[in-house]
């Protein structure tokens, strides 16, 4: 049994999702799971699609071409194509910050997380122990003025090197260069401490004491060139007040930071997000 | 254009959803919303399909026909299939409460609900100056333990005259009677003021007050038989402390009320709601 | 039996507490309720608290000479005292939009509000009809840019007139005076259809769906002269996805809206709120 | 300087806030903190106080004398009072589950507890490498039905020897004897993967997944002899709709536990948590 996952977009028009069940079918494929979405401002069709093929000798290259040749063409769809069973590869960005790793770690042994961690990377040496006890390589790429374009050199044989398919920033705190952002469209995630865009860049947290707020929250999303302006991925806040410090923010904020971060992780990771315009479908 | 929205669940077999997504399209159907669910634990296949059709001489008597001859008997489905157009009919069944119908009412007003609302029914006369102010008839139907198969019949003959689809019972505080029941099977909404399963049957409030309850609930359901144990449509919570007396309790219940009350109302009206051994799947 | 209700707020300074606990004390007062706040940043002391006296000559006029004499100007305080069994009156501007008012009215009627309503006033007849049903007197004030001066005139004659203690803007989408402002400082209540600080001005829905959120809020809010940005005095969320239409966050907002004008209102009404450097104090 | 915490509850009387705060006074405190609660139905005071002694020969020993023979007798108090300064001992029990127990060293780790853990016990060996991996001693007692008796006489010597405070069942999975419970009254507490009183007992995810709720929930109470009746310290809940199935309502579940339980934990461990009557009063 093979089973793959499709996601595609494209002009929304007659005929889309009939037509794809149909290609499907005619090839011996059994869709278990299909959900779409249409954004109507924008005229969009979304899809995603899950098909199971019991043949034996079913090729997921030969699909590939066979689904380009037949609809890729006619519809001009955009579209990726996954095998379901093929657990897709995540490196950790780390830098001192330990709760968030903790909780990925702790996931990702349990088995909730449908991915595998070749390596975790930091620019400090802080967090190598918890590497070293959840049994992961980890490299130590520090990163100065003057050693920043070797850093990324570093960082992109790395990436390579263990064919990466995303990066996550597990509360990374370094601005990430747009040469790898540009080879990692929508495939590097952050999690920024605050419901943006409220509080956009360093020091959310004292911003929103500053301003009195009775909720903080947190981001997770895309990284692009613009800062903590790219498309959002998951959200979530908690309630606050007057007897809150600048430090109970903190600490708050942390449970957020962990929990945002990880669901964010698992709906890329399960092939659950697209994006479009700068804004994420999620298929949940 | 006419759109038709399709409910269907049946055992879960290959092929279904491209059978179903084939034969609207080859009947010049465009579906323009699909989504499904599998109860892994119980093998069966639910979808929800909205489907529109350009010719100007659709009929959707004759499509239904179709359908059933085609796929109905082939894959043993269970269905229902509306015209999207079509509003469905709501009878309010009330007592003495008001803030469940005010909340209702407002949003009639403004156009929120995609239905129709053909008359308010109370066994107490306190809520008719509010049907009066929002133009909808009010029927007076007193219930006593003499009189209550009287007050039945009185109100099945009102259910069918007005030829409602659905019922809600916004706070109306009495038992319905299993005929009332029978006749509109997950077809009667209720609201209970509590978080169901904790806290069955009346007074729920004074329960959890005396439990020492952090977090009160209201839970939407299907009426059944079965006491405050139908299928659950919506439930929502709210944080309360030490703090609180009963009568705190209580009022901030009601805020919890209307909105769980009207937001099952919409999935309701929306065709949304499928139900299978006293659960709910929710297309939403 | 006399109830009153104090709130202080002062430099933080040695046995200020006890201080104020023996005052009473001495003045055959007993303490009901006591909460206090130390903002450690500003150095500054935040209390509130209630007395009852049982004394039948009690005079709040003459223990407010003699509160004032003893302590204020000892410690330096900023002070308020109240009659706690003296409802404030609250005028309510509206617009157009009815489901705040609904909310605050159905409310008001249900005795959940420890509060008088004098009148409503708006800028268009649009709602009167529901002013009436709720036999609340209602003004038409019309606001025009030639008749801008005349309106603010009109509006301040009726607070006046009415001894009104407190302003709410339940949508009432009109810029509210510098005069106004000055006249009732941190006693204009309004509710910003958005998670402030994110999404000031107009139009927060359209923006909040561009940006792609996941997430949509309101804020209620004292009204000062810097838009948007006075001190906060409750906030909520809703969870919201792709799938939500500018039109459907909209409608998923007036939930929020109603909810969080209400409680603000509740806070303000029973002298829990104090505010300080743009900040509020909450004693809930 | 020295800082106490006071807490004491007695029948509702007059003049008993002042009488506490006057005493502080005279014995050269300054009180920093002050928080109370009526409990209205069973006229019950509660009061929670901190106050700062500058003198260098305070002793709270012989405060205490002084507090007792001048306060205590008069208003028949029941009363704990603690140096704030000093962190309370905490026991860990665990079994095989890893989640709770990795977020609590986590926090513990980061400075977020305000207190010790001298050891952690288990019934498995399983977590040792995660106790071991955070420096904290582990001892492994396991419990059969023959050595039970046993096993809790080893527990007993251990909590003793350690001068233990409070225990902390991350998820221990076995039931705690009346032996212990005795020895500890409301020092035992439990992490229950429901919202109670919901789903007592056992397995309360499949009985959820069962009912169709869609809303699961967690609740950290003190261990009575009564199996899930102990009074609630904390509550959250988490949404989940018709896709769940149990494995993910467990790991949705799992986000809940952890978070509920530390949080009942610092409030625990800061002295913040009152109990009368099976139900919790919280000074938060």
Redesign the interface.
Known sequence: MHKITLLIHCADQ??I???V??F??SNDG????????????QNIFFMRLACEFSSGIFSLDKFKELFKSTLVEKYKLKWRMYSAERKPKMALFVSKY??CL??IL?RY??G?LFLEIPFILSNHLDLK?IAD?FNIPFYHVPVTKATKREAEQKQLELLEKHAIDFIVLARYMQIVSKTLIDKYPNKIINIHHS?????VGAKPYHSAYK?????I?STSHYITEELDAG???????A?V???Y?IKDLI?KG??LEK?VLSNAIKLHANRKVMVYN?????F?
Do not use: C, W
């Open positions: 007659p005929n999702i009939a037509s069940t149909s499907m079918a059994n869709i278990v799971y299909i959900d779409q979405h249409v954004d109507r401002e330990d709760h903790y909780d702790g042994n349990s909730e122990p006890s419901f943006l865009p409220a509080f301003r009195g707020v009775k909720i929250g498309p959002i991925i998951e959200q979530d806040i309630h007040s007057h007897t410090s600490a942390r449970d929990i700068n804004k994420t479908i999620i949940s």
